[in-house]
């Protein structure tokens, strides 16, 4: 439920985004305002390969102009309604929250749980994910309109009104927390009560007044393993479960101050306080993803050494730590060339190692629970 973690998919499907840092332009429809065959792009980047000229074999509508100028937006019909409302709960951070959840509860020793449990705790986890997801967005319905990625959600995009964007809302929390409370415990349910009101009621404001608004949702997008990890029969004071945050919270640096480089303009111009608008030279950006990086790493050594909270010396031990320390070396590596050279290729390199660094370590880490 991280911070604007949130479009990170949508970028990389929309962008054609590689490993290498290469993109594809997407061909879109003639519109009444194209590029010319060969346009220089402006940027702030110190060292940037989208300063070139880039020639374009079909004219298309500048990737950086308001999606306004693209086209008007789809109409309810077009998508459908409950398409709208799926949207509105932004539904990749919700897969996201769900499988770090499957994780988690596979180390806290998902023996405990019936089908009938993992029932009740991925639907409500799902139900409260989607909750602070869609109360974000109609917090930020007016902000919304003013960055070009954001125009078009349901919200200010006028397919879906306000208040039934709340009702929504309100619905899904307190469904997501019943099904929590009553089919798993208290204390899972009440993680996710908390991981929402920190979120929606301390994250979201945040955004528009410090940069430390990072920070904040780090930890709200890390909550969330121990609604799984609890509800396996783990405790809130196991060093597993704390570890678990520990990969979740530090991951997130890297991962979104990528993207808040990449869409730093827009944020600036929307208003954001993020750490690439308040410092854009992209130095204390660099510093914080080499730290979240080196963090990371920690937490899933820590990890194969404590798999059940006490001092396990082994091979398994010794074979996690390399394997840890492998996964995750190719986002540090990515954290160090953009600082070494802060510009758009190397945050993107940045971002996408993110998403394949995650999963990775998460898996070495929950094979290692299981030895």
Not at 15 to 21: A, E, H, I, Q, W
Not at 226 to 235: C, I
């Amino acid at each position: 439920m991280a911070s604007d973690c949130r479009e990170t998919l949508e970028m990389v499907a929309g962008n054609g985004l590689s490993l290498d840092g290469s993109f594809s332009t997407a061909v879109l429809e003639p519109s009444s305002r194209v590029k010319p065959s060969s346009q220089s792009r402006p940027s702030t980047d110190r060292v940037s390969p989208l300063n070139d000229e880039i020639p374009v074999s079909n004219p298309v509508v500048a990737a950086d102009e308001p999606a306004a100028s693209t086209g008007k937006p789809r109409s309810r019909t077009e998508r459908g309604w409950m398409s709208d409302v799926v949207e509105l709960t932004k539904p990749r951070i919700v897969t996201m929250i769900l499988v770090t959840t499957v994780a988690s509860a596979l180390i806290a020793g998902s023996a405990t749980l019936s089908l009938v449990d993992w029932f009740w705790l991925m639907i409500g986890t799902g139900l409260i994910a989607g909750s602070a997801g869609a109360a974000n967005q109609v917090w930020e319905s007016v902000i919304d309109l003013r960055m070009p990625r954001t125009a078009n959600r349901p919200v200010p995009g006028g397919r879906l009104s306000r208040g039934l964007a709340i009702a929504i809302t309100g619905s899904m929390g307190i469904a997501g927390a019943a099904m929590l409370w009553l089919g798993n415990g208290m204390v899972p349910a009440g993680v996710g009560i908390a991981t929402w009101l920190l979120y929606v009621l301390v994250y979201t404001p945040m955004k528009t007044r410090t940069s430390w608004n990072t920070t904040v949702g780090a930890i709200a997008g890390a909550l969330p393993v121990f609604m799984g990890y609890t509800a396996a029969g783990g405790s809130l004071t196991d060093i597993p479960g704390w570890m678990l945050f520990g990969v979740l919270a530090c991951w997130q640096y890297p991962h979104f101050m990528a993207i808040a480089w990449l869409y730093r303009t827009q944020y600036a111009n929307a208003g954001f306080q993020m750490t690439t608008t308040v410092e854009p030279t992209g130095r204390h950006a660099a510093w914080q993803s080499i730290a979240g990086s080196l963090a990371l790493a920690f937490c899933g050594v820590v990890m194969a050494w404590f798999p059940a909270g006490e001092l396990v010396v082994s091979i398994a031990s010794v074979a996690a730590t390399v394997l840890i320390l492998a996964a995750s070396w190719p986002l540090l590596r990515a954290s160090l060339n953009f600082r070494a050279t802060p510009n758009d290729q190397t945050a993107r390199k940045m971002m996408r190692w993110s998403l394949v660094v995650l999963p990775a370590v998460l898996l070495v880490m929950t094979l290692r629970a299981a030895l």
